[in-house]
């Protein structure tokens, strides 16, 4: 955030300068010299807690600005950083807290409110007299203005000085600047009790500062990415609603016919009415703690799950009341941070978006793994069943069964866990906060692929069976159902694209899952001491053959039915267009 106007009597400063390095210029038509510009950039520093500090070429400092992920040497902020950008502005004047603060200590403060939306701090001057300096919102502060300066003297401040502060406040604002007025007022020098209705009225009125806080280009990204996933953004601030709307149109969050709310509009809605706004309205502006509060019940009211940030103290109700409150880990406060359901470590919107994204792989992962491993199951199940019920020998000895619940199953179900998310997980709307895991028809893919495994395993027993040998059918039904699984976990990789879509090399894992479990079910089949262990024989190519185009028919088929899917939806989007 950098201070990059400034307006002192309509004469427009223009501040050169980057970062919080004080170095710059101040180019305009205006005087530094009058006494205006001295007392708003004194105001500036004074009305500030904020620390601006250079990191020391040193050892400690060099592993200190590691830590920070800057050099050692470069100029940073310990504060808010809006009081950071007005203490890099003053500084660049020449004025410079500590040493201001020798001839002028400080006696008293009254913080900043969000009602008030000001903060004073008085300073006692070498004359005895009590300076009481004051920054805020423009509209706060000239309510509370009786003069100004001109010719270095104090004036009535007059309705049309009024409209000509608020015209550039506007202008200013337009440019998505954050603007903040200052004024000014000296208290006699016997003044020891100073409250907010002693000090701040009867105010000269000093200036306005326009500051820049250019939106992180990954915020635009995320603004987008989050749209494109069902998910609004709202924006909530302090600032003008001028300067809301402008940054909202910046990040996309605001389209041209979008609304604002401020917090004087919303304090004469009824919670019915916010309520139906709230569905609507994505940028709010000049609002208090409180408004936050009833913005988040609004929403939730109106079935909204609701995600809340929020740093300060006031922050911390509306952060509790939200369905996910989030804090700011590096700005935030401990109350926030205690309040909150997740604390962000670095203070960046597109973290919440991948943490969005990271929460919908997981969940579709969790989806696969379930999928494979109930259908498997099932499978099984039928195959055993099927045939007791056909009065055939069992297809299975339970040493099999055993062996495919603890190797070929076990692995490759763990690897689908890790699997890579699909391409288009942003690009679905979000899902219903109780919709069950088996919802979008996974119960009938379920039941419906442990048929075909079931039947498969079965036509192969039978096969076996026709050719007179009991072990050697065992043998055949133990592979086709191993195998139908090895393939059938592919199919898993996803419920909207294809094996072809996904690729095979994609999930390096699962490729390697399968091919051990594979060799071990080989061994089983091959090694001579592991064939009475688990009752196989050997199997020559013809017997191979069988066992893989049964057991293929699952990979096959869900690639082909995922093509002309494919291909269907994309000929009634040619149509729809």
Known sequence: MTVRKVIINGDVFDITGEGYDPKGEFEGNGDIRDIKFTLLMKAAAFCNNAVLERGEVSVAGLFRGLVKGRPAHEWSILGDPTEGALLVMAAKAGYWRERLGLKEPRVAELPFDSDRKRMTVLHRQSSGTVAAYVKGAPDSIVELCTHTYRGGLAVPLSARDREEILRHNGLLAEKALRVLAFAYREL??????????????????????????????????????????????????????????????????????????????????SDKQLQEAAGEVSVYARLSPKHKLRIVRALKQSGHVVAMTGDGVNDAPAVKEADIGIAMGTTGTDVTKEASAMVLSDDNFSSIVAAIEEGRGIYDNIRKFIRYLLSCNVGEVLTMFLAVLGGLPLPLVPIQILWMNLVTDGLPAM????????????????????????????????????????????????????????????????????????????????????????????????????????????????????????????????HWAIILAISSVPIVWGTLFRSLAERAREKIMYLKV
């Open 188 to 269: 006699p020098a016997g003044a020891e009790k100073f409250s907010e209705e002693s000090v701040e009225q009867r105010l000269i009125f000093l200036g306005l500062a326009g500051m820049l806080d250019p939106p992180r280009p990954s915020a635009v990204t995320a603004v987008h990415t989050c749209h494109r996933a069902g998910i609004k953004v709202v924006m909530i601030t302090g600032d003008h609603p001028l300067t809301a709307r402008a940054v909202a149109r910046e990040l996309g969050i605001l389209s041209k016919k979008g609304d604002i709310l401020t917090g004087r509009e919303i304090d004469r809605l």
């Open 415 to 542: 690897a689908l866990g890790v699997d890579r998310y699909d391409r288009d997980i942003m690009s679905r709307p979000p899902r219903h906060p109780r919709e069950s895991v088996f919802s979008h028809g996974m119960t009938w893919r379920i039941a419906l692929n442990g048929v075909v495994i079931g039947a498969g395993t079965l036509f192969a027993f039978r096969i076996g069976l026709s050719m007179g040998d009991l072990a050697l059918a065992r043998t055949l039904a133990f592979n086709t159902l191993v195998f139908f699984q090895l393939f059938y976990v592919f199919i898993c990789r996803s419920e909207f694209h294809s094996i072809l879509e996904v690729g095979l090399g994609t999930n390096p894992y699962l490729v390697g899952a399968v091919l051990f479990s594979a060799t071990l079910q080989l061994a089983s089949v091959y090694v001579p001491f592991l064939q009475p262990v688990f009752h196989t024989v050997p199997l020559n190519g013809q």
